[in-house]
């Protein structure tokens, strides 16, 4: 019988294509939970060089960066902004569906 390959090893490959990892942290980020997308943003730094090197990219300090991709991790919006962008991704917004914000009379 063939062994499988180990479900990380094949993650780190797939997800170090750009457009896989786009794709999974989408995906990722949809999770009502939000610490789904934090160990997804985790996942991709170590498919991308690991997260010595995010670290690095992200001039964050590595204890930080650990401590903010952790299951309950917090990060700070700047820190975020800071992680994606070494990635080589942004935030952005879009609308959920066509109602809208109504301010009150």
């Known amino acids: 019988?063939?062994?499988s390959k180990p479900y990380k090893e094949y993650l780190n490959k797939h997800l170090a294509d750009p457009?896989?990892?786009l794709g999974?942290?989408?995906e990722c980020l949809?999770?009502?939970d939000r610490r789904v997308f934090?160990?997804?943003l985790r996942d991709v730094a170590e498919a991308?060089?690991?997260l010595?090197?995010?670290a690095r990219?992200?001039?964050l300090s590595r204890e930080h960066l650990y401590d903010m991709l952790s299951k309950n991790g917090n990060p700070e919006f700047s820190g975020l902004e800071d992680l994606l962008e070494a990635l080589g991704f942004r935030l952005s917004v879009e609308q959920k569906n066509s109602k809208r914000f109504k301010k009150a009379a």
């Open 24 to 26: 999974y942290l989408q």
């Open 38 to 40: 934090l160990l997804a």
């Open 19 to 21: 457009e896989n990892a």
């Open 52 to 54: 010595t090197r995010l």
């Open 1 to 3: 019988m063939k062994r």
């Open 57 to 59: 990219l992200a001039k």
């Open 48 to 50: 991308q060089g690991g």
């Open 30 to 32: 949809k999770d009502p």
